[in-house]
C-alpha cells in the first residue's frame, strides 16, 4: 500500500480511547464525527488559522456531515485521518476524510462535511476570505492520490 500520509494534503493522528468503546465492543459511530472534527480543525489551523478569522467575525460552519462504516475500530488503536478539498466555490467548499486503523493497516470509514462560510456579526452565509479561496482551490483534488 501507497503510504497513507502521501495521500492527503493533511493526516491527523488521534489514538482511540477507550471511553469510545460501546456496547457492542468497537468505536461508536458518533466518535467518527469527532475524529473528523479533530481533523478538520488541524488542517485549517495548519493551512488558514481559525482565530485570525474569527476575530473578524467570519468562518466555517457545518451545514451537513457524512459518515460511511467500512470495518470497526477497537481499543486500542491509532487513527490517521486524512483530509482533502473538494468542490470549492465562493461561500463554501467539501472536506472529505479517510481514516485509517494502524493496528489493522487498512481504511475504516470515509466521510465528507460541506463547510459554508458565515458572518458571525451579520448572522448570515458569507464570501470565503480571497486568501483562503486560492488556498483551498490550490489544495482542491476530486480523490486523492
Known amino acids: 500500500m501507497q503510504n497513507y500520509s502521501d495521500k492527503h494534503p493533511h493526516i491527523s493522528h488521534i489514538p ?8 457492542l465492543q468497537h468505536v461508536n459511530n ?34 451537513e456531515n457524512k459518515a460511511r462504516y467500512k470495518r470497526p475500530v477497537t481499543y486500542p488503536d491509532t487513527l490517521q485521518v486524512g483530509v482533502w478539498v473538494s ?20 481504511i475504516t470509514t470515509s466521510g465528507s462535511s460541506v463547510a459554508v462560510m458565515f458572518d458571525f456579526k451579520l448572522a448570515r452565509k458569507a464570501d470565503m ?4 479561496l486560492v488556498l ?10
Request: glycine residues 4%; charged residues 25%; without cysteine.
Open 16 to 23: 482511540v480511547a477507550w471511553g469510545e468503546m460501546d456496547a
Open 30 to 63: 458518533v466518535a467518527y464525527f469527532r475524529y473528523f472534527e479533530t481533523a478538520r480543525i488541524d488542517f485549517f489551523n495548519r493551512y488558514f488559522p481559525l482565530d485570525k478569522m474569527y476575530r473578524q467575525g467570519l468562518g466555517p460552519v457545518i451545514s
Open 87 to 106: 468542490d470549492v466555490h465562493s461561500d463554501r467548499f467539501t472536506l472529505h476524510y479517510e481514516v485509517f486503523s494502524e493496528a489493522q493497516q487498512a
Open 129 to 132: 476570505p480571497s486568501e483562503m
Open 136 to 145: 483551498l482551490k490550490n489544495l482542491q483534488q476530486s480523490e486523492p492520490d
